[in-house]
């Protein structure tokens, strides 16, 4: 028997593990979420993908109707098949990676759309390079966005998808709706219910109510903690305080005391800690979210409307943004120091424009964009939507609405689009933060107010 030479023995062998290992699946909801937006990308010189792929190309991207920022999921599926078609899996030599490569950084010879990356390091590059490779980790705030809104007059809840504009569900049910969440993991939304008393917990998919908690008073709004464990609503009834829900047994567990009433509840950024502004009170109440103790407390001149916050790079609690009772702006509060360092004004209008509801504050509602960058703030007032840069608060732009009252704010993963909550038209005006200009309203139910960007499943 002839013994077999050693190097076909290697070669043998590495034949049986290329076949034992198959190439990786590209992930759709991946794709969707981090490859997708970089066709739409602005590049300084550069004309952006879906300019000369959206029409008469190979890898041909499905058009963007007008006032549109992204695609639907069936629009995305065929982006995918048409995209997935310029890669092949599990090789970093795709024609999807090599083509807009600058040769010098070893990419092919021409692109006819050009070279957007001049390095394997571009964090665009290495995005598309994780999806071919066959990554599939996608937070769960980028699978499926939707904006809750609250209808303060109304019995029910709408459900948005950003993607469309489109109210793709309603919670019925809730009478006088505040404060929306939902668990990290996407399966319940919760609701502050003014006309119950209660922290009304919704199925996500169903978007049937499983129960609602009983608080210890009327409550207003209401924020869950980084890790879905607990849920924490402001208490406007006198006492005051913090209601602590365990999402788990679905029980009021505990309540933090306050110095005031309060008006709104939040979770830190980086969930440490739970901030509790009282409008009576005119007090910060900060809380200590490993112990649920108060941690400190910022007695201030005017009472506290709503906030948001500004971060440090690690991550911790630079700033936060307060409005305040009767005053068209924002406070800028340090958190480590515990003092207010700076009180801004948004511009004036003319009387004429003047909208403001009676017995409602001039400024009520502000967010800030996942990039860090950009402060929104409503204006009542004005029926406007400003923008500031940060860290310098230096104002970048304005937004009149269609729609009337200007009561709150919230903003995609992205931080590219604003959703206004206007009580007055019954509407949601949706705001593109780079060109700070309305481009649709949605229509809602009665007085909406809160609203906030989730996740669901």
Known sequence: MRATHPLLL??????????????????????????????????????????????????????????????????????????????????????????????????????????????QNDAEWLTIKSWVMGDTRVSAAERHPRIIQTNSAGDNVHVIDPATNKVVGIIRGIEAGHGAGAAPDGTRIYISDEAESTLDIVDAKSLAILKKVPLSGHPNNMAVGKDGRHVYVGIAQEPGGVDVIDAASMQRVKTVPTQGTIHNAYVTPDGRFVVAGSIPGATINVIDAATEEPAWTLKMDLGIRPMTFSTNPDGSTKWIFAQLTGFNGFAVVDFATHKEIRRIENPPLPPGKMTVPEGSDPSHGMAVTADGKTLVVCSRLNNYLYSYSLPDLKLLGSAELGGKGAGWVTLTPDGKTAYVANPVTNDVSVVDIASMKETTRIPVGFVPKRNVTVSLQ
């Not at 991946?30 to 990308?41: E, G, H, N």
């Not at 109707?65 to 310029?86: H, L």
Request: glycine share 8%; net charge positive.
């Open 10 to 119: 290697v070669l043998a062998f590495v034949s049986t593990a290329s076949a034992q290992t198959p190439a990786p699946a590209l992930d759709f909801e991946f794709f969707k979420a981090r490859v997708q937006p970089i066709f739409l990308a602005e590049r300084p010189g550069h004309a952006r993908c879906i300019a000369c792929h959206g029409s008469g190309t190979p890898m041909r991207l499905q058009p963007l109707a007008t006032g549109r920022t992204t695609w639907t999921d069936e629009e995305s599926r065929k982006n995918f098949d048409a995209v997935r078609r310029m890669v092949v899996p599990g090789s970093a030599k795709s024609r999807l990676l090599m083509h807009p490569l600058a040769e010098s950084a070893g990419g092919d010879f021409y692109h006819n759309g050009g070279k957007h990356w001049s390095s």
